[in-house]
T-cell receptor, first 112, second 115 residues
């Protein structure tokens, strides 16, 4: 069964450094999402992406964040200058023309 | 903006027994979808069950069923014949039926199944 994959599973970085989180959505899916979950809190929407552009973003998704689909398979989330409060689990999700979203296993980001 | 409320932070249930998790939501939309996701200790998000708001019939997936009360904006999850593998955090989620289809999650309920 096709699945969403994410790499790395765990990333440790120092405050102020740039990180890139990678996702490979299910191959025939058209819509892509990033969510984050701070430990012990609920899952929050960050951004949605369709047709090579951002379709919606939350107030969390400020200028430090960017997304890209550099080729036909990868979907990346970049944090330009990480802060301590960016420490969280980051989930990628994708869907086809139907409404059901499929989540990847997540990347745990630790900012020290 | 839609808000999703899960009022039970933690629930405990004996193996083979039944547990019901509550979820309420606030929306002015008429067309939307509701979901329950399971997050085990691995933190993977796993879809358990979904409900289309236009359907009156409650969704059922094996031991999991929902009680969808549209007028009351309530969407509870019942886990029957609880198994140890059901131990997880459960999130209720709302999605508008148009636009971007982003998910709005509740705060979650931790379910512990006791042997």
């Amino acid at each position: 069964e096709p699945e969403v994959t994410q790499t790395p599973s765990h990333q440790v970085t120092q405050m102020g450094q740039e990180v890139i989180l990678r996702c490979v959505p299910i191959s025939n899916h058209l819509y892509f999402y990033w969510y984050r979950q701070i430990l012990g809190q609920k899952v929050e929407f960050l951004v949605s992406f369709y047709n090579n552009e951002i379709s919606e973003k939350s107030e969390i998704f400020d200028d430090q964040f960017s997304v890209e689909r550099p080729d036909g398979s990868n979907f990346t989330l970049k944090i330009r200058s990480t802060k301590l409060e960016d420490s969280a689990m980051y989930f990628c999700a994708s869907r086809d023309r139907h409404y059901e979203q499929y989540f990847g296993p997540g990347t745990r980001l630790t900012v020290t | 903006a839609q808000t999703v409320t899960q009022s039970q932070p933690e629930m405990s249930v004996q193996e083979a027994e039944t547990v019901t998790l509550s979820c309420t939501y606030d929306t002015s939309e008429n067309n939307y979808y509701l979901f329950w996701y399971k997050q085990p200790p691995s933190r993977q998000m796993i879809l358990v069950i979904r409900q289309e708001a236009y359907k009156q019939q409650n969704a059922t997936e094996n031991r999991f069923s929902v009680n969808f009360q549209k007028a009351a904006k309530s969407f509870s999850l019942k886990i029957s014949d609880s198994q140890l593998g059901d131990t997880a955090m459960y999130f209720c989620a709302f999605m508008k039926g148009a636009g971007d289809y982003k998910l709005s999650f509740g705060a979650g309920t931790t379910v512990t199944v006791r042997a």
